[in-house]
């Protein structure tokens, strides 16, 4: 994001161009916009609503920029170059400092698949359109985003697409219907605000991504640059305002999480807190304001823009290096180094360009330069990873787990907003079977449903897939951002009620998963989908939750190789694994006494050593960190088929 002001100290401007008077209690409210972030990042339970000072950041972003194109307007010193050559003075040096950084750090660290992903993401970085790259590439076949190391860049490109349009859109305005510059502002923010209410629970990931979704957020800056320029009132009322704006951000950080419809409407606390915080900052000093001003909040808010590039990656490695999620001093020690970093990138490659005495042209021409020579090193690792990056032949055999997934799992399994109609469903095993077999779950069911096919063809019985993404097989459960659940559900049971040909039924979830999001209401649900197939003559079976590991598996496993150390050393112990999924094994305790249905022991698979494995011989049993690989599966489903004997 661009946590930028523009000041004299910024760079050398010319003796009679515009700049904005200094506001120190702005500096002071970007530190509370960062240590949120920061924090949120690293201690994810600490701080659950962090996340908000991204929007903070927008909200000050709106306000700056517009208040200082609004007054070179005025002054007719308004120059679309110098407006981007300012861009690049401030932009260009820490970002792609951090970059040259990050690339050989990821080279060396991420598995091959990943540093593929890192390389779009990259070429995407550098032409300010990460977070399109991001939403595109937001699947089952993705690295999580807390692998992902340019994953904040986001932000960013959110506010570089703006700058694109905002200062044209801005100039026209002031030359053809200056006193319509507020009212264009507003309706500009109020449908942005509709889209992103809209899109927030039917496309989560597109309303937390996308730049018209979020130009609400920056739009409430800017309308408070245009508007509102007259006095609060009393000095009361001025403390009262400041100190709410305060609340409404802290509140926003504890209260919210990442389990929050968002962005949306929840987004308008910290926006508006933000927007207060300013407004009765610009018509004298606060209480609060004067809290913001101190030194070490404005040393923070200095840093805000360097700390907030690098304290992502450096988290985001120190993830690669432990294979895991870092402990809590792991994570201080990774936020330390961060802020050394950014200390040094403002030190020696900010100021510096700042102070410096360049011509827009030849800023603008250092900026393409920059572009061009990432985009080259983007092709370069997308393409030939492979030269970049030599593996051993065993790493290159276990990473090859990663791709060993149902080859009809891209067919026969639902998406977010595709659903395959129960008559429609993938069958597998022998094509003369009048018996089936069906395997109802979320997407941990997708590789089992392929295994017992080809196990049940030698038995002359065949499976049905029945299978959607964070869909468990409860009728009734509301899962967040997943709209079609509920009658992908709905149908499957209508369907599997009404087929006589399917004999047993396999219900298969990421069952902690659900049970974080209300553990009631899903045991319920669950019980509801049991009931009815066991009313309809079905054989109903309950898989046990899979062990799941905070890193993937096969890129786990190539990477141990790599440092001399046994595959085995990654499995968890069982005993973790029953701490981890306690509440999920006594749920399925409870249901399966009380329908009387059978249980299938995952653990006694996986587990039977007192160590779970995670890969057999040089083939991983996951395909990632969490899904079962078609190696992993057939294990299960030999099991399974026994217990159905």
């Not at 509801?528 to 898989?543: E, M, P």
């Amino acid at each position: 994001m661009l946590l930028w002001v523009e000041t004299v100290q910024d760079h050398a401007p010319d003796k009679d161009a515009v700049t904005l008077r200094f506001r120190p209690d702005i500096e002071g409210l970007r530190a509370l916009a960062i240590a949120p972030v920061v924090a949120f990042h690293a201690f994810p339970t600490a701080l659950p609503g962090g996340f908000v000072g991204v929007d903070v950041f927008f909200v000050i972003s709106g306000f700056l920029i517009t208040q200082l194109l609004m007054q070179r307007l005025e002054a007719g010193q308004y120059s679309i170059a110098s407006f981007y050559g300012a861009r690049v003075r401030r932009i260009f040096p820490a970002l792609f400092a951090m970059l040259a950084v990050v690339v050989p750090a990821a080279i060396v660290l991420l598995s091959p698949s990943a540093l593929q992903g890192f390389g779009r993401t990259l070429g995407a970085t550098a032409v300010f359109l990460s977070n399109m790259e991001l939403y595109r590439s937001t699947g089952y076949f993705e690295a999580a985003t807390e692998l992902k190391p340019l994953v904040h860049t986001w932000s960013l490109a959110v506010e570089e697409q703006y700058y694109i349009v905002f200062p044209l859109l801005l100039a026209w305005l002031a030359r053809r219907c200056r006193r319509w510059i507020p009212v264009v502002l507003g309706l500009i923010g109020i449908v942005s605000l509709a889209l992103s209410i809209w899109l927030v629970p039917t496309d989560p990931s597109l309303a937390f991504y996308s730049a018209l979704s979020r130009t609400f957020e920056l739009m409430i800056g800017s309308l408070l640059a245009v508007s509102f320029r007259g006095a609060v009132g009393l000095w009361v009322m001025r403390e009262v305002a400041a100190a709410a704006g305060l609340a409404m951000i802290v509140i926003a950080c504890i209260a919210l999480s990442s389990r929050t419809p968002f962005p949306g409407m929840a987004a308008l606390l910290p926006c508006l807190g933000a927007a207060l915080i300013i407004w009765t900052g610009g018509q004298g000093p606060t209480l609060v304001g004067r809290v913001l001003s101190t030194r070490p909040l404005r040393w923070l808010g200095a840093l805000s823009f360097s700390l907030y590039l690098w304290h992502w990656p450096v988290l985001v490695f120190a993830r690669h290096m432990i294979l895991g999620e870092p402990s809590a001093m792991q994570a201080a020690l990774a936020v330390v180094v961060a802020i050394g970093l950014a200390q040094a990138s403002l030190r020696w490659v900010e100021a510096p360009v700042r102070r410096a005495s360049h011509h827009d042209l030849r800023l603008l021409a250092f900026g393409a330069a920059a572009i061009a020579l990432t985009l080259s090193v983007s092709w370069l690792l997308v393409q030939h990873t492979s030269s970049v990056q030599p593996m051993s032949a065993q790493q290159v055999r276990l990473q090859a787990g990663s791709q060993d997934f149902s080859p009809q799992r891209r067919r026969c399994h639902d998406g977010p907003e595709d659903i395959v109609a129960y008559k429609d469903r993938c069958r597998f095993g022998h094509p003369s079977s009048v018996q089936h077999i069906a395997v109802w779950a979320d997407s941990h069911g997708v590789e089992l449903a392929a295994a017992l096919g080809e196990l049940a063809r030698g038995q002359r019985r065949s499976v049905i897939q029945i299978t959607s993404s964070t869909c468990p097989p409860s009728i009734g459960f509301v899962v967040p951002g997943r709209p079609l659940c509920a009658s992908h559900n709905d149908e499957t049971l209508r369907g599997l009620v009404a087929d006589e040909s399917v004999v047993q039924v396999l219900l298969v979830a990421r069952y902690e998963h659900y049970l974080r999001l209300d553990a009631q209401a899903f045991e319920a649900s669950l019980a509801h989908s049991i009931k009815a197939l066991k009313s309809a003559g079905k054989q109903v079976i309950l898989v046990e939750p899979f062990p799941i590991y905070p890193y993937p598996v096969p890129a786990a496993l190539a990477a141990l190789s790599g440092r001399g150390r046994p595959a085995a050393d990654f499995g968890q112990p069982l005993t973790e694994y029953r701490a981890a999924q306690q509440a999920a094994l006594q749920v399925l305790g409870r249901l399966s006494a009380q329908a009387g249905v059978l249980t299938l022991g995952t653990s006694q698979m996986l587990c039977a050593t007192g160590r779970c494995e995670v890969v057999d011989g040089e083939r991983p049993l996951y395909f990632d960190d969490n899904h079962l690989s078609m190696t992993g599966a057939r294990r299960l489903a030999t099991a399974a088929l026994e217990l159905i004997k």
